[in-house]
């Protein structure tokens, strides 16, 4: 994931946060409004009796940013808040440890470190070798392998520095990246109810294929609140990976043409560490607390539901945050094998969902 | 002339450590019994 946060102040007179608020409240309206579009949708359609879409908020927040972003733009006024969006999205995964028991995650954590590793071997290889089919640079390849098989953006971004790749070649990646979040967010969705998929299927799938952190959240909301739930799960444990992967890449590169990232085993203990996202282990403190009983049902539930008020803030930042312009600058050979890798990946992972998830019995 | 002592960046936290901070201020109010009831716009 990319840090959407900035935290250069404003003027001398000025307070730096203030920088912020209406971008925030841009974000607000605009998750309202997908909320407020979902119950009308629904409302009319039970009224009148016809079969009208039936999308979820998050859908509707996000096509709504989507259309704004690309029809009358962003203001700049509004762009430091909007682009705030995955502030909330680490908020909204930590507070919802609290709808989680400790052994769960730690089981549902467990299988999906195994598929994960499965899936990672798949998308390394798939695109490492679509990459030299299509011409691309090994840079750029490694890249997009990185990005699919572990955190989209900001796993990027770790390897952009760590295997000394050229700006091009990593705004090609996350665009790509960003570009098939977008596909599969609806994609995925409509996939799974034509399988007929319980809600933990769907989850474990979507936290297995979905690249970033907040296409994967919003496409688990998509589906179910609880297909939610897992797809944030096995995502975390897919971030947790983070520091590692790179850094195996980083000892690749470093005798082509790379440069040396952590020489010794302290210095490599220290970049796993750096690279690690810290809202994973507030995740898990808050799971550990809810497991203790130290919250009441009721306190579980307002935990939950302000998870989803940050969830919401951060699916109206994805639409407006998505440029399709500029997604169409990215090129269109990195597209594509970003493309093919995300088909092989979901196919694979939906298979391996598929054998495995009857021995998860969760939630 | 001595150089003047170069001026020390502001003490900066990830975001992700921001996140954490805000969720645990959230986290400590319910469990001191402190949040109020929250609820959402979609059942």
């Keep these: 994931m990319s840090t959407g946060t900035t935290t250069r102040s404003g003027g001398p007179t000025t307070l730096p946060v203030l920088r912020y608020v209406p971008g925030l409240l841009l974000l607000a309206v605009v998750g309202i409004v997908g909320t407020l579009a979902q119950n009308e949708v629904r409302a009319l359609g039970k ?3 016809t079969a009208l879409p039936d999308l ?3 859908l509707w927040a996000i096509i709504l940013g989507l259309v704004i972003r690309n029809t009358i733009g962003v203001p700049a006024l509004f762009r430091p808040g909007v682009a ?7 908020i909204g995964i930590v507070l919802l440890g609290a709808r989680f028991v400790l052994g769960d995650l730690l089981k549902l954590g467990g299988l999906s470190l195994g598929l994960i590793l499965i899936d990672m071997a798949v998308a390394t290889t798939v695109i490492l070798l679509v990459g030299k089919l299509f011409g691309l640079g090994g840079k750029l390849s490694s890249l997009l392998a990185i990005g699919t098989s572990i955190c989209g953006v900001s796993a990027i971004i770790a390897g952009r520095g760590s295997i000394d790749a050229d700006d091009e070649d990593s705004g090609y990646a996350i665009a790509a990246i960003l570009a098939l979040g977008a596909v599969a967010l609806f994609t995925f969705p409509l996939i799974g109810h034509a399988l007929n998929l ?6 474990l799938w979507a936290g297995l294929a979905v690249d970033n952190t907040a296409e994967t959240t919003a496409t688990g909301a998509a589906y179910s609140p609880h297909a939610q739930d897992v797809a944030v799960a096995v995502k975390s444990t897919r971030n947790a990976l983070i520091g590692l992967v790179v850094l195996g890449y980083a000892a690749y590169w470093s005798t082509r043409g790379g440069k040396a990232v952590a020489s010794g085993p302290k210095e490599r203990a220290a970049f796993v560490w750096r690279t690690f996202p810290k809202f994973v282990l507030g995740f898990l403190a808050v799971s550990a607390l809810a497991t203790a009983h130290v919250f009441t049902k009721a306190e ?3 935990l939950g539901n302000l998870s989803k008020w940050a969830f919401l803030l951060c699916f109206a930042g994805v639409g407006l945050n998505f440029d399709l312009r500029q997604m169409a600058r990215s090129g269109f050979r990195p597209l594509v094998v970003a493309a093919l890798g995300l088909v092989v990946v979901a196919t694979c992972s939906l298979g391996l969902v598929l054998l495995t998830s009857q021995w998860v019995t969760f939630g | 002339m001595g150089a003047e002592p170069e001026p020390k960046p502001a003490p900066r936290i990830s975001a992700d450590w921001a996140a954490v901070a805000v969720a645990a201020v959230l986290v400590l109010l319910a469990a001191f019994g402190l949040l109020p009831t929250i609820t959402f ?3």
């Design chain 1, 47 to 49: 009224a009148t009796g």
């Design chain 1, 56 to 58: 979820e908020y998050v």
């Design chain 1, 300 to 302: 579980v539930t307002s």
């Design chain 1, 84 to 90: 705030t969006y995955e502030f909330w999205l680490k």
């Design chain 1, 198 to 203: 319980s809600d933990t299927q769907f989850g």
């Design chain 2, 41 to 43: 716009l979609v059942k």
